[in-house]
């Protein structure tokens, strides 16, 4: 596996790999690599001959009082990991070199970024689009994987490739969760053994979301009353947002008819939760 850390090598290697003919899949992460992570490894690694990750907790996306300084990282085993899967190239590129002095330019989805995640988190999503639109340029992708897990940043990204006729294909895969259904995340790793117990109420809501649909109720206000009334039962939770809405537009709907989505984010003492389901 090769490491590239400056953001020219990257695109030298990239054009040249254009010129042999060989398709690039690529994972962008933050790091801090887990099952997650590596699904979408494994399905690029199926699909495409080349497969590029790259590991950059990017600034521009945290907010002030955010946790960009606490993220987990761990380059060394990051690199193991990715290594033993398969990845042909890790990229790891400076924030000060993909945001030098005076850098300008932002990339933004203003309808789709509203809603859910976007209410709470101002400015989150152009930070993603911004960054994610650079990385495409940098590593210039056939396919990119992304999980469902961040549903709305994988709606996200394929209006904002759609809408710039970007020549990349977006792929969303499904969520990974532990055994007891906790979606995996980088930031389960600040949750101690309380913690992690208590975070068992986004997926047990969830669950309880699918059976109230399964019996036929399909008045949202229903739904996310019953499933507030499960994270309120838990002392350590404190729920952000609960809502359910139109899987492509994102918007809040009142009765499901379709396909519907239920999003939420639950603060587990000082760690913010997401999960999401299809109803
Ligand atoms: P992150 O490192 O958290 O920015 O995530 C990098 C990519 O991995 C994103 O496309 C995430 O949606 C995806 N991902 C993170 N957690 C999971 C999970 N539990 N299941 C599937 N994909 C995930």
Same mark, same amino acid.
């Given at each position: 596996?090769?490491?590239?850390?400056?953001?020219?090598?990257?695109?030298?290697?990239?054009?040249?790999?254009?010129?042999?003919?060989k398709?690039?899949?690529?994972?962008?992460?933050?790091?801090f690599?887990?099952?997650?992570?590596?699904?979408?490894i494994?399905?690029?690694?199926?699909?495409c001959?080349?497969?590029?990750?790259?590991?950059?907790?990017?600034?521009?996306?945290?907010?002030a009082?955010?946790d960009?300084n606490?993220?987990? /990282?761990?380059l060394?085993?990051?690199?193991?990991?990715?290594?033993?899967?398969g990845?042909? #190239?890790?990229? @790891?590129? *400076?924030?000060?070199?993909?945001?030098?002095g005076?850098y300008?330019?932002?990339?933004a989805?203003?309808?789709?970024?509203?809603?859910?995640?976007?209410?709470?988190?101002?400015?989150h999503?152009?930070?993603v689009t911004?960054?994610?639109?650079?990385?495409?340029?940098?590593?210039?992708p056939d396919?990119?994987?992304?999980?469902?897990?961040?549903?709305?940043?994988?709606?996200?990204?394929?209006?904002?490739?759609?809408?710039?006729?970007?020549?990349?294909?977006?792929?969303?895969l499904?969520?990974?969760?532990?055994?007891?259904?906790?979606a995996?995340?980088?930031?389960?790793a600040?949750?101690?053994?309380?913690?992690?117990?208590?975070?068992?109420?986004?997926?047990?809501?969830?669950? /309880?979301?699918?059976?109230?649909?399964?019996e036929?109720?399909?008045?949202?206000?229903?739904i #996310?009353?019953? @499933?507030? *009334?499960?994270?309120?039962?838990?002392?350590?939770?404190?729920?952000?947002?609960?809502?359910?809405c139109?899987?492509?537009?994102?918007?809040?709907?009142?009765?499901?008819?379709?396909?519907?989505?239920?999003?939420?984010?639950?603060?587990?003492?000082k760690?913010?939760?997401i999960?999401?389901?299809?109803l």
């Open positions: 596996m090769e490491i590239i850390k400056d953001i020219s090598q990257m695109q030298k290697t990239a054009n040249t790999l254009k010129k042999e003919g398709s690039i899949g690529f994972v962008p992460t933050m790091g690599l887990h099952a997650g992570h590596l699904s979408l494994e399905a690029a690694r199926r699909e001959q080349t497969l590029v990750v790259s590991i950059f907790v990017n600034p521009l996306q945290f907010g009082h955010d960009f606490t993220y987990p /990282r761990d060394t085993h990051d690199s193991q990991l990715a290594g033993k899967s990845v042909d #190239i890790l990229f @790891i590129p *400076d924030a000060e070199h993909i945001y030098p005076g300008q330019t932002q990339v989805v203003p309808g789709l970024s509203e809603n859910l995640c976007g209410r709470f988190r101002i400015g999503f152009q930070g911004t960054v994610v639109c650079k990385l495409f340029h940098i590593v210039k396919i990119a994987y992304f999980g469902q897990k961040d549903y709305q940043q994988l709606i996200v990204i394929n209006k904002m490739v759609a809408d710039l006729n970007m020549e990349v294909q977006i792929k969303g499904p969520i990974v969760r532990q055994k007891d259904g906790l995996m995340s980088s930031r389960n600040y949750l101690n053994e309380r913690e992690r117990k208590a975070a068992h109420c986004l997926y047990n809501s969830l669950c /309880r979301a699918k059976q109230m649909k399964e036929g109720i399909t008045q949202c206000s229903k #996310i009353s019953a @499933i507030r *009334d499960i994270i309120s039962a838990e002392p350590m939770a404190r729920p952000e947002y609960i809502r359910i139109h899987p492509e537009t994102l918007q809040d709907i009142e009765y499901i008819e379709d396909r519907a989505l239920l999003a939420m984010a639950v603060h587990i003492g760690t913010r939760l999960d999401n389901c299809f």
